[in-house]
């Protein structure tokens, strides 16, 4: 038993019994060349946090050694994100007042705390959390974190800095500095040239990442012609090996970054999953969300304990990796060695690699979050999906990134209630020539039944929707004229009925008993009848009131007979 749960959330262990050998090349071959990736975007998102550039190589080698060892995708690429960098910068930056060292030790714990909250929701099986993120919610999220990263990079890209306030402080103050004069034209010229060899490079058909080529030849032309001395570098990287750096925090810190911890969480989980299972499927292999929200957890706790920051799936250099053949999760270590060796090798090499080089590679990247297309089609399908998902965009630009989450998910919320509350509902009849009962007001030939009015409601009967129900009802009923003498709820879509609403259901009850007429419930589902039961119910809506189809409530109340005699139909009256 102890063997089969080690196993379970240790799925390295079976990867590793289970490797072959014709797999080892492949993977030695990805990891080598994901590494040309991961060192340039690993440095670029550690800017975006506002962190120093290695522990951006810290968040990447770590998570991936651990990530082999815990995660259950053989093809997920763990490490820093461009959907976190811009929360880790707003919820870390604030609370270092501009002490590297304590911004190291903040980020440390803001990823442990990341990982303790997805590692006890995946022990808990709490994958399902991530639904609270609704997809046009997360398209309005991202496009503006897209903006915010674009944004943030631009002074690097143009070759000057500025003071960061605000985002309308900062398009301001680059504004500014443009019309000012102050941009640098070689840095200009490092940022379109990288900006368009990686554009280039991504649309051809070469396995040669656009990345690596815009950083090699940026940094050996500025060793040839000693740019360094005009632009921006990202400078020299720390000799060593990651270690633990969360000296100087206090518990007060800790309550400051509950709130974003457990934002990013959901954030990094949200996208991961997605990820995990799209690959998972176009490789005929099972994930398990609450597995891998557990192995992502580890990967940040073990990246927080030695120098890293909060980190998540990569959509950018997953792909990469499965493209270059990678086979298992050791195409991730092979990466994380030789960013390793390159820290303790070369670590001098980034003291010539021009910033606006690593502005234009986060700024690609970030560009890869913006989903014009998915916006649109949402402007075309449904207004109030659109309409929210311009919301949570605007609350991330106005409100600030860290809030613009909270905002987000009280949208989602906001709009499954306001689903629920106002749900469709129709009045049927019949159509000549048509089997079943059909939305009148979709079928202007239809026509009402005589004596009958009959409803449908789709959505479950709660607080916020029985008095709409009610009235739907009531207004219907009266709409039909005095003929009126039995409703009929086809209540099939009905999945539930809390306290609240069968206050409502009782007193249409007693309106429609008030004019003489009866209402029958066809194809009621059991658990629905089962709380009517349970609220003492069974009196009042004896077992006559239900009907199993809404065809069996019309023929009780007209009292036509069906059968099939010699498989002949015939109907006659009772």
Known sequence: MAAKWLRRWVPGIDTALGYRRAWLLPDLRAGAVLTALLIPVGIGYAEVAGLPPATGLYATIIPLAAYAVFGPSRVLVLGPDSALAPIIAAAILPLSLGDDGRAVALAGLLAIMVGLVLLLGGVLRLGFVTDLLSKPIRVGYLNALALLVIVSQLPAFLGFSIESASPVGDAVAIVSGIVGGRINPIALLFGLGSLGLIVVFSRGRTRIPGVLVAVVLATVLTVLFRFQDVVRVVGALPKGLPAPALGGLDWADVAALIAPALGIALIAFADTAVLSRTFAARRGENVD???????????????????????SASSSRTPVAEKAGSRTQLTGVVGAVLILAFMLLAPGLTGYLPAATIAAVVMVAAAGLIDVRGLVALVRMNKVDAALSLAAFLGVLVVGVIEGI????????GAFVSHAWRPYRAELGRIRGLRGYHDLSRHPDGERLPGIVIVRFDAPLFFANGGIFDDYVRATVTAAGSGVRTVILAAEPITDIDTTAV???LELDDFLA????????????GPVKDHLRDYGLNGRFPPER???????????ATGTLRGDLDGTQWEGKA
């Open 514 to 525: 008030s004019r003489g007429i009866t209402l029958i419930f066809a194809e009621m589902k």
């Open 406 to 413: 909270a905002v987000a998910i009280v949208l989602s919320l």
């Open 546 to 556: 239900f009907a199993d189809t809404v065809g069996a409530a019309v023929d009780e």
């Open 289 to 311: 969300g609450s597995q891998e929200m557990a192995a992502i957890g580890a990967s940040n706790i073990a990246a927080g304990l030695l120098g890293g920051f909060p980190i």
């Open 503 to 505: 206050d409502e259901l």
